[in-house]
């Protein structure tokens, strides 16, 4: 009689504990993250109720038959090995038995019998045998196919802390659950189980639960807690918050034109420890570095999807990059318009521009002009230059460059590919350093192609003082943002080899910048490091010269200038953050975070050279604020900040018109 | 079968049919398992005496253990309650959906949590950053991280 349910039983001794399964029986469907070697070995230990395939109903008065009719039909493709062989057992069981069709008091059918005065599970609403788990705090039921769904809530970038689950029952902290296991055992763990095992004892077998009178403490020995069977979760936490680490020290290399910033680049976080000492190191290392950015840089017209295979910190950079790609295309647009007023003006002025140029920074030479040519004149000097340049002068530029900030001209678009090739001669550092900061090209930039394998070649072949920004503009030239990305990725250590700024900046920006983390602190995003935007003083003759003294008025009488000019009903100061920050934002809210606000460090930019973002003290609540809105509101782009951006703008404008 | 939503689902919808709902609140539609619609109303002396708001449950296959997506209906000229958790885009900024939410919850009991929120409203004004959230607000309400005052 029991010998053929047993043997069946024991035919399967190695896959079942107490006539439950050690793996799930598919209630869920989601992924199974907690560790299943942990939890199998609970179960065996009797630790944890098995794995029971739940009944979908249950009334005390079915028959054996009924109940095993109810369980619930076993599923799914990925479990299918373990399940196949229960419900194999189940067969071999209920064939074997109903074989021997005879007497009425036909023997009782263990796996059938366990269900006996099952409970139902207030969570999955199905039914499982009375020997179910109980919440150690509140002595609630739950089943095992529940109990390891639960578990902490993710750690996310906003919310730096990995707190304990909570009791769905109680919301006590640290859910764990006490398993009162049968008095029989059978199975796993049952040392001649099939022995004890009697239909006389079965029914005196089925526990009623009765309700504990205390709690269990989470560190008792019977309480099994969801930490124990989500070991990782420190870990995951861990990866989180160096995740988070690394974007903080992510900076937003952001350039005056004008009076504007124009964001051109992001460092890569992972670049972020250079101490002076390293970056002089990197300085010898650089052939190293852009090694490795060569070969990611040959396969940058490859797929999309290679990217997409990267880290997510480098997919938040390419989309970040991919925004400011756009950002930039607006700001290329402004100034052209800006220019063509400007030419209007000018040509009925009869002036010559140069006489304007003069007039505009009076101490700076003409070649100086042309070296940081956005500077001191507002968009269009760019843009003439630009326009003049003539593609083959990719090699180097032998043109006076005075000339072309003279000859005022807006057709500037078309050469935008210029920027990028001029900007690899390795001679002209400076040159390539405002230049490559120039706008990229219209909307589809595939045309360029071929320039920028040309640019590739010739960046392969640089020499060492990598102008930094080439890069990006190689790569934003090169039509995909996943150029872009890698172009930035080692921005951050080129950058900081170039010693000559390295003064000059700070010194100019320092005054104006400040450090609203600490504001932020006491926002609900507290935890959360906010992302430096560093201002780059792209020409070191010109950051140098930068005095104190003559900063205001030259800057104040640009700007008002450039409003008129603009004859923009946009307020003077354009919204290029606000841009970028509604770009980004739909992939990352932590991106638009980051471009967007600002935080000091000072030691940073002291050390690769760059002054910050100049958020004044003043301003630092708004961009708290702004900031505090993009965390919370995920998909939001902002774009109720623009004047606190813009006006951070506007302080840095000041010092590049010193000179 | 399906999924253990599908399975919960069907169960407490069959307790609605069979109990019925709390007073005040009707199924209006749950023709699926994955969007249910409720009218609520707040019953006895209160800011919205007499207004019927429509509220949309929507659910992803991981309910119970994840919570519904619940928000009111401004659509076909409904109007979400003006309540200073309740964003004029039907968005509810409630614990019980975020954060607190827990598996033993049911449809029914947010129905009531929420009618209990109406009740309890002392001034009917929206939330301070209505209209900065209304204007990014993601189509998900379980997309916003919101950050819940207690003021119970």
């Known amino acids: 009689m029991g010998n053929s349910s047993s043997s069946s039983g024991r035919g399967h001794h190695d896959d079942t504990v107490d006539y439950g399964s050690l793996v799930p029986q598919g209630v869920y469907t989601g992924p199974r993250d907690w560790n299943q070697p942990v939890v199998s070995q609970l179960i065996v230990a009797r630790r944890l109720a098995p794995f029971y395939r739940p009944l979908e109903d249950y009334d005390d008065s079915w028959d054996d038959d009924q109940i095993l009719a109810a369980r619930k039909e076993l599923p799914d493709p990925d479990s299918a090995d373990t399940v196949t062989r229960i419900e194999a057992t189940a067969m071999a069981s209920s064939s074997s038995k109903s074989k021997r069709p005879g007497s009425l008091k036909e023997p009782v059918k263990p796996e059938a019998q366990v269900y006996r005065g099952a409970v139902e599970c207030p969570i999955c609403f199905l039914y499982y045998p009375p020997n179910i788990n109980h919440s150690r705090c509140c002595d609630q039921a739950i089943c095992t196919e529940c109990f390891v769904q639960i578990k902490r809530n993710e750690p996310t970038a906003t919310h730096l802390v990995s707190e304990y689950a909570a009791c769905p029952y109680c919301v006590q902290e640290n859910f764990g659950v006490v398993y009162t296991p049968p008095p029989w055992r059978a199975g796993l763990g049952s040392d001649g189980a099939n022995g004890i095992w009697s239909e006389q004892r079965e029914p005196a077998a089925v526990p009623t639960h009765k309700r504990r009178q205390k709690s269990f403490g989470a560190d008792s020995p019977e309480v099994v807690t969801t930490d124990q069977i989500r070991p990782d979760w420190e870990a995951k936490l861990e990866a989180v918050r160096a995740a988070v680490a690394r974007r903080a020290n992510r900076r937003i290399i952001m350039r005056q034109v004008g009076d504007r910033l124009i964001p051109v680049g992001i460092t890569s976080g992972r670049v972020h420890t250079l101490s002076p000492e390293e970056a002089a190191a990197a300085g010898a290392a650089v052939e190293g570095s852009s090694g490795r950015r060569g070969r990611r840089r040959g396969q940058q017209n490859g797929a999309f999807d290679q990217y997409v295979g990267m880290s997510g910190q480098d997919l938040e950079e390419l989309m970040l990059m991919e925004a400011m790609r756009l950002s930039l295309l607006d700001h290329e647009e402004y100034q052209r318009k800006e220019a063509e007023e400007k030419k209007k003006r000018e040509a009925a002025e009869a002036a010559a521009a140069a006489g304007e140029g003069s007039d505009r920074a009076p101490a700076v030479p003409a070649e100086a002009e042309c070296t940081d040519h956005s500077a001191p004149g507002p968009g269009p000097s760019t843009l003439e230059a630009r326009a003049t340049l003539h593609p083959s002068s990719s090699s180097n530029l032998s043109t006076p460059p005075s000339s072309h900030s003279r000859s005022p001209s807006p057709a500037a678009q078309r050469h935008n590919k210029v920027d990028s090739q001029d900007s690899l001669s390795p001679g002209r550092k400076s040159w390539s350093f405002s230049r490559s900061r120039t706008p990229p090209p219209p909307p589809n930039p595939v045309p360029n192609l071929p320039l920028s394998e040309d640019n590739q070649a010739a960046w392969r072949n640089r020499s060492a003082g990598p102008p930094a920004f080439s890069t990006l503009s190689a790569a934003l030239t090169s039509t995909s943002t996943a150029a872009a990305v890698l172009g930035t990725a080692e921005r951050g250590s080129s950058r900081s080899v170039t010693p000559e700024p390295v003064p000059a900046s700070s010194t100019t920006s320092s005054s104006t910048s400040a450090a609203p983390p600490a504001a932020a602190g006491a926002q609900n995003t507290a935890d959360v490091p906010i992302p430096t935007i560093t201002v780059v003083n792209n020409d070191p003759r010109n950051g140098g010269r930068a005095t104190p003294g003559g900063v205001a008025q030259p800057a104040s009488s640009q700007s008002s200038e450039d409003s008129a000019d603009s004859s923009l009903s946009s307020p003077p100061l354009p919204p290029l953050p606000t841009e970028l920050a509604r770009w980004a934002a739909p992939g990352s809210s932590e991106a638009s975070g980051a471009l967007v606000t600002s935080s000091g460090s000072g030691e940073q930019s002291g050390q690769t050279g760059y002054g910050q973002f100049p958020s004044s003290p003043e301003s630092s609540p708004e961009l708290v604020d702004l900031h505090e809105h993009l965390l919370a509101h995920s998909d939001s782009g902002s774009s109720t900040k623009v004047d606190d951006d813009g006006r951070a703008g506007a302080a840095t404008y000041v010092p590049e018109m010193t000179r | ?152």
């Open chain 2, 1 to 152: 079968m399906g999924s253990v939503s599908a399975r919960r689902l069907a169960k407490e919808l069959r307790e609605i049919q069979s109990e019925g709902c709390p007073v005040g609140i009707t199924l209006v539609d749950a023709s699926d398992f994955s969007k249910w619609l409720f009218t609520i109303e707040v019953m006895g002396n209160s800011q919205y005496q007499g207004e019927a708001y429509t509220l949309q449950f929507r659910f992803d296959a991981q309910y119970p253990i994840s919570s519904p997506a619940v928000q009111f209906v401004v659509t076909d000229g409904k109007e979400a309650p003006v309540h200073p958790h309740v964003y004029s885009n039907g968005h509810i900024c409630a614990s019980i959906l975020g954060s607190e939410w827990s598996p033993v919850l049911s449809v029914i009991a947010v129905c009531v949590t929420l009618q209990s929120m109406l009740a309890s409203c002392k001034k009917k004004e929206r939330p301070a950053d209505n209209d900065r959230y209304v204007r990014t607000a993601p189509d998900n309400p379980k997309k916003t991280l919101f950050h819940y005052d207690d003021d119970t």
